[in-house]
C-alpha cells in the first residue's frame, strides 16, 4: 500500500459557498420553525397527547442511529486491520461526529422546555436510559473527536489503535442506548423487545454507510479526486450486506412476536391492518428501503455504475427515515392494552376506542426542523472537510489495493 | 436514602409553590395565599400509602362529575384553546387528569363504566424513565411531576401504561396558585396534593361524584374507610401483569 495524502477540500470558493448557502437555507428555516413551535407551544404541531413523540424524533433518531454507523468505517480500520477503511477513516469520524450534533440538536429543539436542558444534566436519574444516553451522545463527541485526532496527528498515532477500539465499542453501547429508550417502555406492545437494540445496531450499519457513500462521492466527485471502482464496489457489496441484515432482523422481530400472543395484535396492525403503517411498513421499508436497493447493488450491471450506487444509497436512507416512522409513531399509534381482556367502547380522553389507532397528522413545521437538523449535520461535515485535512488526494485503487489487507 | 430525597424534593415543591403563589398573587392577596399555606399537616411520612378505590358497580354511565370536578378544583377549565387551532385537534392536545371509559368484556359482553386516572403506581414507568427525576414518588405514594424540573421530553408519557399524563401544548394565561402549570411540561393526576398538604381528607373527583363511586384514603392504616373496603371485597389492579402495584384499586371490572 502506497502512502496515502489527505488534503482539504480544494473545489473552488464560489462553489463551496454556494453549496452552503442552500444549506444554510435550510438551516435558517429549521431554526425559524423550531422558534416558531416553541414559542407557540407545540399545539401548532400534529403531536398531542396520545402521539407524544412526532416527526422530529423520527428525525433525531435515524441521524443518531446513522451517526453511530457512519463511524463504523473507521473502525473497521482501526479495529479489524482492514488498510482499505483506513484511509477512509477520517471522513468517516467527521460525518459521524455532524449527524450526532444534528440528530441532538432536533431532539433538544423539540423539548418542551429546551432552556431546561442544563436541568437534564445537573439533576441526573440515574435510572433512566434517556440520561444514559445524554452521557453517552456527550462521550461519543469527546472520543470521536480524540480519536479523529490521533489519525491525523502523527506523534499521537500510536494511540490510534486504543482509540479506535474505544470509539468502536462506545458506537455499539450508544447504539444499544438508542435501542432500548424504545426497549424500556414495556407497557407498548411494539416496543417491549429484547432485539430492539441489536436490530438498531444492525440499522445503523446501513444507514451510516449509505450516507457515508454519498459524501464520498459527492466531495470526490466535485473535487476531481479519482475513486477507484473496486474500492467503490466493496463499499457498495457492504451496503447491500448490511441492507441484508436489516431484512433479517426486521423478519425475525416481527417472527419472535407473531409467537408471544400477546403481541398478535401488534403484529397484525402493522403487518396488515394499521393502514398508513402497514403500507409505509411493506413499500417503505421493505421494499423501497430493503429489497430495491439490494437488488441494485448485487445487479451485475446496474450495481457497476454511480447512478446505481446513489440510486441505491438514497433508497436506503428514504427506507431508514420510513423504519423510525413506523418504529416510532407507528409504535404509539397502536391503542396501548390498558384492559387486555376488554374493548374500550367509549373514552374521554382518545383511548383507543374500538382498537381503533391514534390520531396523528404531522405538521409542516415537525419535518421542516428536522430538515434542518441534516442540513446542520451535511453543512457540519463539509466545513469539517473543507478545513482539515480528512479527505485522500486520491482512492485510486492501486492506491488503497483493496486486496491487501 | 430514597426516602431522604423524597423528603428534600417535597420541601423543595413547597417552597417553590410558595414561590408561585408569592408571584403569581397580587400583594393583597399575598397574606391570605402565605395563610392558607400554614395549616400543613405533618411532614410526609412514609407509614402512609394515599391511594383510592373505585366502584364501578356505582360508576353511572354518562356522568362525568369526576372529570368536571377535578377541572375545576385544578385549574384545567381555565385553558382555553389557543387563536386559530383546529378544535378537533385540540381536543386531543388539552390536558386530562381524568377520564371516563366505557368498556366492553371480550367474553361475556359486559359493559362497565369508570374513571381513569394516575394509579399512582409504587414502581412508577414514568419514574424510571424521567431523565431529571422531574417525574417523581412522594414517600406518601402520590406520585406527580415538579414542574420546575421537568423538561418537557414526553418520555413519561411515553412510558406510562395507562395513558395517564397530559403535556401543555399552549401558553398558560390563567392559573390557580395549588396548580402551577407551564407550557412544555407534562402533568397529571397528583391525588390533590394541595388538599394533602393542608389536611383534606377527600380529593375533588370524590367530592364531585354523586354516586360514591370514589373514595380515597391511607391504604397503610388499617383503621381508614379504603383499608376496610379493600379487605372487604375483591379488587383489582389494571394491569397487573405489569407489577406495578397501584395505589388505585377497581371494584367490579
Ligand atoms: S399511572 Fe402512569 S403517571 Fe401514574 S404513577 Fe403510574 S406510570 Fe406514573
Ligand atoms: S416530560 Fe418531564 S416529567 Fe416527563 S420524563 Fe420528561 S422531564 Fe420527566
Ligand atoms: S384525585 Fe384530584 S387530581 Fe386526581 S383525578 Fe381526582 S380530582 Fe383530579
Not at chain 1, 313 to 329: D, E, K, N, Q, R
Not at chain 2, 7 to 15: I, L, N, P, T
Not at chain 2, 25 to 35: E, M, S, Y
Amino acid at each position: 500500500m502506497k502512502k496515502i495524502y489527505y488534503r482539504e477540500w480544494g473545489i473552488e470558493s464560489p462553489r463551496y459557498w454556494g453549496i452552503l448557502a442552500v444549506l444554510g437555507v435550510f438551516l435558517a428555516v429549521g431554526g425559524l420553525a423550531a422558534l416558531y413551535m416553541e414559542h407557540h407551544g407545540h399545539w401548532v404541531t400534529g403531536m398531542n397527547n396520545e402521539i407524544v413523540w412526532g416527526v422530529p424524533h423520527v428525525f433525531a433518531i435515524f441521524l443518531i442511529v446513522a451517526a453511530s454507523g457512519a463511524l463504523n468505517i473507521a473502525a473497521f480500520g482501526s479495529v479489524f486491520g482492514k488498510k482499505i477503511h483506513k484511509s477512509l477513516g477520517r471522513l468517516s469520524a467527521m460525518l459521524a461526529m455532524s449527524l450526532l450534533v444534528g440528530g441532538l440538536l432536533v431532539l433538544v429543539l423539540d423539548l418542551g422546555q429546551p432552556t431546561r436542558l442544563i436541568v437534564a444534566m445537573t439533576e441526573y436519574n440515574f435510572k433512566s436510559i434517556f440520561a444514559w444516553n445524554i452521557f453517552l451522545y456527550v462521550g461519543f463527541l469527546v472520543i470521536v473527536a480524540v480519536y479523529l485526532f490521533t489519525m491525523m496527528e502523527r506523534k499521537a498515532s500510536k494511540y490510534y489503535p486504543t482509540a479506535g477500539l474505544v470509539a468502536f465499542v462506545w458506537r455499539l453501547i450508544l447504539t444499544t442506548g438508542t435501542g432500548s429508550i424504545f426497549g424500556f417502555i414495556v407497557a407498548r406492545q411494539g416496543y417491549d423487545a429484547a432485539i430492539m437494540a441489536p436490530m438498531f445496531i444492525i440499522m445503523s450499519f446501513a444507514y451510516g454507510m449509505a450516507i457515508y457513500l454519498l459524501m464520498l462521492m459527492f466531495t470526490f466527485k466535485l473535487d476531481g479526486r479519482p475513486l477507484g471502482e473496486k474500492l467503490l464496489g466493496r463499499l457498495k457489496n457492504l451496503l447491500g450486506i448490511f441492507a441484508a441484515a436489516v431484512l433479517y432482523f426486521v423478519l425475525v422481530y416481527h417472527l419472535t412476536n407473531l409467537y408471544g400472543t400477546e403481541n398478535h395484535e401488534y403484529e397484525a396492525f402493522i403487518l396488515r391492518d394499521g393502514g398508513i403503517y402497514t403500507t409505509l411498513f411493506w413499500v417503505g421499508w421493505i421494499l423501497l428501503g430493503l429489497l430495491v436497493p439490494m437488488g441494485i447493488v448485487f445487479h451485475p450491471a446496474l450495481g457497476k455504475t454511480h447512478g446505481g450506487i446513489i440510486a441505491a444509497s438514497l433508497l436506503v436512507i428514504l427506507g431508514g427515515f420510513v423504519a423510525m416512522y413506523v418504529i416510532v409513531i407507528g409504535g404509539q399509534a397502536f391503542p396501548m392494552a390498558m384492559f387486555p381482556d376488554k374493548v374500550i367502547i367509549e373514552s374521554g380522553f382518545y383511548d383507543g376506542v374500538n382498537g381503533q389507532p391514534l390520531h396523528y397528522a404531522p405538521s409542516i413545521w415537525e419535518f421542516l426542523l428536522g430538515v434542518g437538523g441534516v442540513a446542520v449535520s451535511l453543512a457540519a461535515t463539509l466545513v469539517g472537510v473543507r478545513v482539515l485535512k480528512l479527505l485522500p488526494v486520491s482512492l485510486e485503487d492501486e492506491i488503497v489495493d483493496p486486496y491487501h489487507s | 436514602m430514597s426516602g431522604k430525597v423524597d423528603q428534600r424534593r417535597r420541601e423543595f415543591v413547597s417552597v417553590a409553590g410558595l414561590a408561585a403563589a408569592a408571584s403569581v398573587v397580587a400583594p393583597g392577596v399575598f397574606l391570605q395565599a402565605t395563610a392558607q399555606a400554614e395549616p400543613r399537616s405533618a411532614p410526609v411520612s412514609s407509614k402512609t400509602r394515599y391511594g383510592m378505590l373505585i366502584d364501578t358497580t356505582k360508576c353511572v354511565d354518562g356522568c362525568s362529575d369526576c372529570v368536571s370536578g377535578c377541572e375545576k378544583e385544578n385549574g384545567l377549565d381555565l385553558l382555553k384553546m389557543p387563536e386559530g387551532a383546529d378544535p378537533e385537534e385540540w381536543d386531543r392536545q388539552r390536558p386530562r387528569w381524568i377520564r371516563t371509559v366505557k368498556v366492553k368484556d371480550r367474553l361475556t359482553g359486559t359493559v362497565t363504566s369508570l374513571p381513569m386516572m394516575c394509579q399512582h403506581c409504587e414502581f412508577p414507568p414514568c419514574q424510571d424513565v424521567c431523565p431529571t427525576g422531574a417525574s417523581f414518588r412522594r414517600v406518601d405514594g402520590i406520585v406527580m411531576v415538579d414542574r420546575h424540573t421537568c423538561i418537557g421530553c414526553r418520555y413519561c408519557m411515553m412510558a406510562c401504561p395507562y395513558k395517564a399524563r397530559s403535556f401543555i401544548h399552549e401558553d398558560i394565561d390563567e392559573k390557580l396558585t395549588i396548580a402551577p402549570r407551564g407550557k412544555g411540561c407534562v402533568e397529571s393526576c397528583n391525588l390533590c396534593v394541595h388538599r394533602r398538604d393542608n389536611g383534606g381528607t377527600t380529593t375533588a373527583c370524590q367530592d364531585a361524584c354523586k354516586h360514591g363511586a370514589i373514595l380515597f384514603g391511607d391504604l397503610n392504616d388499617p383503621n381508614s374507610e379504603i383499608a376496610q373496603e379493600l379487605r372487604r371485597q375483591n379488587n383489582t389492579e389494571l394491569r397487573a401483569d405489569l407489577k406495578l402495584n397501584t395505589g388505585v384499586r377497581y371494584r367490579g371490572i
